[in-house]
């Protein structure tokens, strides 16, 4: 019987091609089931998208969908705390205005699959609010498709305010993608101005026959003093910012109505500001009261001491608010 005897140089290829088949095989596998979880992850992102522009998440879902990968989208979370109990009034105003912005997303001609917008509610997830060592509601956060959240990440809701627009913006700038917003129409504006005209126009004809209270300087410049305590206090920042009316720490309840920053405020500050103002302003009247009258000198002590003791002491407290906010400022005077 012939011996048969193969060729070492034939062995070697064989060998060398079983080698590679066992190595290209589970990378090949592996990548292939990657797609498939992300063809899966995606699929899920669009259809929870379709039935509701903010996608509600508990812990499982943002561990799965937000922090694991693979993932191809950025993901938009706000993390709030909009139960009753909880009394934040802060992330109600927050949330009408992120679910005006994700309406804009998901009914625009340029909506994808690249964005989603998401919120976490501390009383659905607060293992995700520990895991993120995250102690304040209302916060937006951006989870971008590669890598891990910067500082950029985290939108700077005490400074910026939380209008939609100001959110669209840091959007664009963190994902490049443009979205244009889309308010509801609101008449409220425009019924309050008809209101507004036709009650000034009534009051003119009921008085058509006198009409010398138009020429009141009291009355003028009362209605000049207003809209310069509106301005000073920062109502058109308010206007343009949209900034909360005060802040509620969701881990002790405690409120702030004084923003801790000189390049922010809350809407309850501004109003703190105007009444500390008007009050200064009443006491400086008073004192002028007391200077130029001409009537009982005791009456005149009495007005000037009040107007002085206004004075005093709200120009105290509007100085303490001052300190608070520039923490370097030295002088103080009775209040601190």
């Not at 490049?176 to 409220?188: G, K, L, M, T």
């Not at 009261?289 to 509007?318: M, P």
Request: proline content about 4%; aromatic content about 12%; charged content about 15%.
């Amino acid at each position: 019987m012939a011996s048969t005897r193969t060729n070492p140089i034939v062995n070697l290829h064989f060998l060398t091609v079983l080698l590679l088949l066992a190595i290209c095989l589970p990378f090949g596998g592996g990548q292939k089931k990657k797609e498939n979880l992300l063809s899966e992850k995606v699929e899920q992102m669009m259809e929870w998208s379709s039935r509701r522009s903010v996608i509600r998440m508990n812990g499982d879902k943002f561990r799965r969908f937000v922090k694991a990968p693979p993932r191809n989208y950025s993901v938009i979370v706000m993390f709030t705390a909009l139960q009753p109990q909880r009394q934040c009034s802060v992330c109600r105003q927050a949330n009408e205005e992120y679910q005006v912005l994700a309406n804009s997303w998901r009914y625009s001609s340029a909506f994808s699959n690249k964005l989603f917008f998401t919120v976490v509610d501390y009383d659905e997830g607060a293992d995700v609010f520990q895991q993120l060592n995250m102690n304040s509601a209302p916060t937006f956060m951006h989870f971008p498709a590669k890598g891990k959240p910067k500082r950029a990440d985290t939108f700077d809701l005490q400074r910026i305010g939380f209008a939609s627009e100001q959110l669209a913006k840091w959007i664009a700038d963190r994902t490049d993608v443009q979205i244009r917003v889309f308010r509801p129409p609101n008449y409220s504006g425009t019924i309050a101005l008809a209101l507004l005209v036709s009650l000034v126009g009534g009051l003119l004809y009921l008085r058509r026959n006198n009409l010398e209270f138009i020429y009141n300087k009291t009355g003028w410049a009362m209605a000049a003093l207003c809209v310069v305590f509106a301005m000073t206090s920062g109502q058109m920042w308010n206007h343009i910012r949209g900034p909360p009316y005060a802040h509620k720490n969701p881990q002790n309840g405690q409120v702030s109505y004084i923003h801790g920053s000189s390049q922010a405020q809350f809407v309850a500050e501004s109003h703190i500001i105007l009444l500390l103002n008007a009050a200064i302003t009443m006491g400086m009247v008073l004192l002028n009261e007391a200077a130029t009258s001409k009537g009982d000198v005791g009456k005149r002590r009495i007005i000037c001491l009040v107007g002085l003791g206004l004075v005093v002491f709200f120009f105290s407290f509007l100085l303490s608010v001052f300190r608070s906010k520039y923490h370097g400022y030295p002088y103080s005077f009775l209040i601190k």
